[in-house]
């Protein structure tokens, strides 16, 4: 059974820093890439970034580019997802998915939500002013 299990949501201040984490199961990891994906209230899913483990490429949204790393972490099975210089248009559940890896550049694995094969459920992210 696959299984994307995110966490390291919660309250912080502007200017403040979060881990978020996405644990992976029920598939062989070196055939997916693992994308973080966010979405506020009243706006569409937004692609975040993105991490294919086979190679180690990444994908940044503009938004968010300098300020957000993302890493898989030495288990192979989790992805990290660095959060630095929150602000408050960053509040949003954020959610990691995982998309066959074949797919490459920011159009699939960033901006089209509906080619990811399994999504985890979402951690709430409040960046307060």
């Known amino acids: 059974e696959v299984q994307l299990q995110a966490s390291g949501g919660g309250l912080v201040q502007a200017g403040g820093s979060l881990r978020l984490s996405c644990a992976a199961s029920?598939?062989?990891?070196?055939?997916?890439?693992i994308g973080w994906f966010r979405q506020a209230p009243g706006k569409e899913r937004e692609g975040v970034s993105c991490?294919?483990?086979?190679?180690?490429?990444?994908y940044y949204a503009d938004a968010v580019k300098g300020r957000f790393t993302i890493s898989s972490g030495n288990d192979k099975n989790t992805v990290y997802l660095q959060m630095n210089s929150l602000r408050p248009e960053d509040t949003a559940v954020y959610y990691c998915?995982?998309?066959?890896?074949?797919?490459?550049?920011?159009?699939?694995?960033?901006?089209?939500?509906?080619?990811?094969?399994?999504w985890g459920q979402g951690t709430l992210v409040t960046v307060s002013s």
């Open positions: 991490i294919k483990n086979s190679d180690g490429s990444t």
């Open positions: 029920g598939f062989t990891f070196d055939d997916y890439a």
């Open positions: 998915a995982a998309i066959r890896a074949y797919y490459s550049g920011t159009y699939y694995l960033l901006k089209t939500p509906v080619m990811y094969d399994y």
